[in-house]
């Protein structure tokens, strides 16, 4: 079927709670209202109050009941509405959810994905655009994902609901609409910590996941350059394996994020790389990313996020270094 982002989640979830009678969601209007971007659309219809549940605006009680929901035995999908808003739970994720397997010795697991719109570029409010992933991977405990497609958005949701530890998956705002693509009408995974390989080439690397993709894949096409695009797909576990081998045969790198530039993922990638493959690289490891700043007003977005021009600028100066 033809699907975009948001429908491809609300099918996941609606053959999760099919097949698992444990999977239950719950959120800030996302029963009646089927959520804020109408993901959960049509999912209280078929399932019913008990199991789509419509909460109090107060997201530590969310994630701190899904955490109780998850060590009774249900499988909750918590939604929280915007990202920014997500900290009002982190005492929840990183105190509890995250260490429940490690303070029981693995007697107690949280079985639950925790939902959230992220990152920029549709000119939104404050504390509605943030690319949070680096907090929530830099705790040990939680699983960070973050679709890029439909397919993969898909997929990685059917995954994510099978795992017995919490997952953060987050869903790029400016992505949900921007797209429609192939995907099957029934049920698929795609791993949990594995990168995907979107283009195979041999003159530079090019790591990205989230919004960026799609950009860094219009950027190569438009310069022609013969470029191996990575998509991370998750952000904790790093699937290491593949882009270090990658960085190995092409000896150029460029890895493109939104989030900010300090201390983000593309640190840790770059480091990681440096690590096991310096001495094959023929120029230094290069970052396309955000100004280390809060996220701007509407108005200055195009100035603050990563674009093909930056993007295009930072290929030219690997490949001629």
Not at 55 to 74: F, R
Not at 260 to 274: D, H, K, L
């Amino acid at each position: 079927m033809q699907a975009n982002m948001v429908m491809a989640i609300n099918d996941a979830l609606r053959i999760a709670m099919e097949n698992d009678s444990k999977v239950v969601l719950l959120g800030e209007d996302i029963g009646k209202d089927g959520g804020v971007f109408r993901v959960t659309e049509g999912l209280l219809a078929k399932f019913g109050e008990k199991r789509v549940i419509d909460t109090p605006l107060a997201e530590s009680g969310i994630i701190g009941t899904s955490v109780g929901m998850a060590l009774a035995g249900l499988r909750p999908i918590p939604e929280i509405q915007f990202a920014g808003f997500m900290f009002l739970g982190f005492s929840q994720l990183v105190n509890h959810a995250a260490r429940f397997r490690s303070r029981s010795r693995s007697t107690l697991t949280v079985p639950m994905v925790v939902r959230t719109p992220v990152s920029g570029g549709v000119r939104t409010l404050e504390h509605h655009s943030e690319s949070p992933e680096v907090y929530y991977s830099h705790m040990g405990g939680l699983v960070v994902v973050e679709p890029s497609s439909p397919y993969d958005a898909k997929g990685l949701m059917l995954s994510a609901v099978k795992l017995d530890d919490p997952v953060v998956f987050l869903e790029p705002t400016k992505l949900y609409r921007l797209f429609k693509q192939d995907i099957p009408d029934g049920s698929y995974e795609v791993p949990i910590g594995k990168a995907n390989v979107l283009r195979e080439g041999n003159d530079i690397t090019i790591i990205t996941y989230g919004t960026m993709v799609n950009v860094v894949q219009k950027t190569v096409d438009a310069k022609k350059v013969d470029a191996e695009i990575i998509d991370l797909r998750t952000i904790n576990p790093l699937d290491t394996r593949t882009f270090v081998e990658s960085a190995k045969k092409t000896g150029h790198v460029v890895i493109v994020h939104e989030a900010s530039e300090s201390f983000g993922a593309g640190a840790e990638v770059a480091a990681r790389i440096a690590e096991e493959a310096i001495y094959e690289l023929d120029a230094p490891i290069l970052r396309v990313a955000s100004p280390s700043l809060p996220y701007p007003f509407p108005g200055y977005e195009k100035y603050y996020l990563p674009n093909e021009k930056k993007i295009a600028e930072a290929i030219d100066k690997s490949l001629s270094s």
